[in-house]
């Protein structure tokens, strides 16, 4: 018989409506279940892509052992922390702070207020290799809870609150150059000259590295930023980590050479990769990057696009109870594919061996050499050589479409397609693809339409027409990351409205008015035991790096002074912490490094489909230039809207023979000129 679980939307609850344990979701209800009937909640967060929380499942929750020690002893809540981030982000402070660890899934047992006091991640059944068993922990904190026991476990739980609520205040200061360049010198002490990368094994892409040491170079041009970014692009493409038959990149490589992936596919991942390979390739030209990036889109447009427009969260890593099984090929099913010539020019180009580099003897497709180096071996042109890979790689996709799929975890969570929204608006610029525009400004129209509300507010998930949960942070910066570069690629007034719009809301929900910065949850959410703030860049840039970038954008568009005040105010806030280890806040580093730059201004004035107009814009808009800003203002009526968002433009009207652009560097405008020769961009 179903539980609760039943009437969600979410697919990871879904998983668990069928098991024998009673699960509720994270509700009033259950937690004044818990009360009325003096039970602990045993919190079991995770999400439906995660292989250990596949696992715990099979091996526990499935089990009617354990189930009946659950419903008899505990209320069972269930939660999926893509939907519900703050109480992940809450509860696995708690985790860290008493194991010194934390991920998925994430157990943590709490008084029927909610208050933790005890907690891990994942339990095998029975006590094994010194790892204790779900059984004999479930046994022993029910028998502490029911004896009087239950008094030190309470005053333990109300320390582990204090102790959180006083942490994260770190003393204010002043970000600085300083910072820039410990950054970047720790990232150079953690690189892998070999493999690319950062640290040793497991490697995660962690893409915001990769954008600030690019930022680094232009700062630094002789050093190694732009190696390093080179290498680990490079080898990450041609690594395991990046689905060589179809396309796009799994969560991370659990070796140094990016060869054995987990094999889960995240749109997060897929978003800022893409970025990183579209800025690598606006800097340096080399079309590698190039491909890479188009395949990445390639890959989200084909399978993680919605019919609506918005994009899906993941791709499991498993399939048919295995994990990776999709994805992995024998010599002999690569032949039955492809024929014996094909399939071993195949299997010699991307390592499928007899050996097999995987479990049972099978191979994860990967590059070692170059296409050139290839050619060479195979004494082909490395043009037909591509041509022939090519050809390859199609019909084994073809042929793994017939596979049992992992599963697809199609929930629409706002923050990730505002990242994938802006990834694609950079696509659309840097690799001159009005497909990727468009895709961007059907994604965004999805959020408007289903994901905000009659205030602006932004829900944090949809799924089949329902929405789940309030907005957090990163939800409203993410977002607003995406309307601003799709105001850069399309130059469309409605968008930078928006963006406005949105970064005085966000400013209005979530300041920390006493101390700076933003916190995680909006005013008036839900009370949990902290509120929290966010900083650190990890698997995903922090709400308040992206929010702090953004408003240092949105304040040299439009000339606010008030804006760049309030991204200062995030670096004030975070100094004291941040200042210890820079390196591991590298999107709040890229904001730094705008803030701390001359940056430039262009505003173009004339009409959009002019020649000469489109030839401006065109130039504005070309290259890297992370530190750039570009404004359009129709020469008609319809300028006097960017006038009123950006009062300083008021006055720049079409000079000369036509189409003009202002262009200012450091605070000093140049004459306006007519000719994109003319136009003197750094």
């Known amino acids: 018989m179903a539980n609760r679980l039943a009437q969600e939307k979410s697919p990871y609850l879904l998983q668990h409506a069928n098991n024998p344990v009673d699960w509720q979701p994270w509700d009033e209800a259950a937690r004044a279940q818990a009360k ?24 526990s929750f499935e089990d009617p052992e354990v189930a009946a020690l659950l419903n008899r002893d505990y209320v069972a809540i269930k939660v999926d922390r893509e939907e519900r981030p703050d109480l992940d982000g809450v509860y696995m402070a708690v985790c860290q702070t008493l194991t010194g660890r934390g991920g998925w899934p994430l157990s943590v047992w709490l008084t029927p207020e909610g208050k933790p006091f005890y907690a891990g991640t994942y339990f095998p059944k029975n006590t094994r290799q010194g790892m204790p068993g779900f059984i004999p922990v479930l046994t022993e904190l029910s028998r502490r809870w029911k004896s009087p026991e239950r008094v030190k476990m309470i005053s333990a739980s109300e320390q582990i609150i204090q102790a959180l609520q006083s942490h994260g205040a770190p003393e204010p200061g002043q970000l600085g150059q300083t910072a820039l360049g ?23 892409p962690t893409p915001h590295h990769l954008t600030y040491l690019l930022r680094w170079h232009l700062r630094v041009p002789g050093g190694k930023a732009l190696s ?144 050139e180096e290839l050619a060479g071996d195979e004494g082909l042109e490395p043009g037909d050589l591509a041509a022939k890979l090519n050809e390859a790689r199609e019909g084994l996709f073809a042929a793994r479409e017939k596979r049992v799929h992992p599963l697809k975890d199609d929930k629409i969570i706002a923050s990730w397609n505002g990242l994938m929204i802006a990834a694609l608006a950079i696509g659309a610029r840097a690799l001159n693809q009005p497909s990727y525009l468009e895709a961007a400004e059907r994604a965004a129209e999805f959020i408007e339409a289903e994901l905000r509300d009659g205030n602006g507010r932004l829900a944090r998930r949809w799924r089949e027409g329902h929405l789940a949960g309030q907005g957090y ?9 995406g309307l601003i570069e799709l105001h850069q690629s399309g130059l469309e007034t409605r968008h930078l409205e928006r963006a406005l719009d949105l970064a005085e809301l966000t400013h209005r929900l979530f300041e920390d008015a006493d101390k700076g910065g933003y916190f995680y949850t909006p005013a008036g959410g839900e009370d949990l035991i902290f509120r929290d703030k966010e900083i650190y860049d990890g698997a995903l840039p922090s709400g308040n790096s992206a929010m702090a970038l953004n408003l240092l954008r949105l304040g040299r568009l439009v000339g606010s002074v008030e804006l760049e005040e309030r991204a200062e105010g995030v670096f004030k806030a975070f100094a004291g912490l941040v200042e210890g280890q820079p390196m591991a806040y590298t999107h709040l580093m890229n904001a730094l490094d705008f803030s701390l730059s001359p940056g430039q201004e262009v505003v173009v004035v004339g009409k959009r489909g002019d020649e000469r107009t489109e030839a401006l ?30 009062p300083y433009a008021v006055e720049m009207e079409q000079v000369g023979s036509g189409a003009t652009a202002f262009v200012c560097t450091g605070h000093a405008c140049q004459s306006p000129v007519n000719d994109p020769a003319d136009m003197v961009l750094e």
Not at 252 to 264: C, G, I, N, R, T
Request: glycine share 12%; hydrophobic share 45%.
């Open 617 to 646: 814009i065109t130039r504005a808009l070309e290259g890297f230039a992370p530190h750039r800003v570009v404004l359009f203002k129709d020469a008609g009526a319809d300028g006097a809207r960017v006038g009123a968002l950006a």
């Open 473 to 481: 942070l990163d939800d409203y910066a993410f977002y607003l990351w």
């Open 36 to 59: 009325a009937e003096d039970k602990p909640i045993f919190l079991s967060i995770g999400y439906a892509t995660c292989h250990w929380c596949h696992v715990m499942a099979h091996e």
């Open 182 to 204: 410990q950054a970047a010198a720790g990232l150079a002490g953690i690189y892998d000259p070999k493999h690319g990368g950062f640290g040793a094994a497991p490697k995660f």
């Open 228 to 371: 390093m970014v080179q290498t680990t692009l490079d080898r990450m493409w041609r690594g395991g980590i990046f689905d060589q038959v179809g396309l796009g990149f799994h969560r991370y490589s659990v070796d140094a050479q990016w060869l054995v992936p987990h094999f889960e596919k995240m749109l997060y991942d897929q978003a800022l990769m893409a970025m990183a390979l579209c800025e690598a390739f606006q800097l340096t030209g080399e079309e590698g990057f190039a491909q890479a990036a188009r395949q990445v889109f390639a890959y989200v447009l084909r399978d993680m696009t919605s019919p609506g427009g918005g994009f899906y969260s993941a791709e499991d890593a498993d399939s048919e109870g295995e994990e990776g099984l999709f994805y992995v090929w024998t010599p002999d099913q690569v032949a039955d594919v492809l024929g014996p010539e094909l399939g071993g020019l195949f299997c010699r180009a991307y390592n499928v061996t007899d050996q097999g580099n995987f479990e049972h003897g099978r191979s994860i497709p990967h590059l070692t050499s170059s296409l």
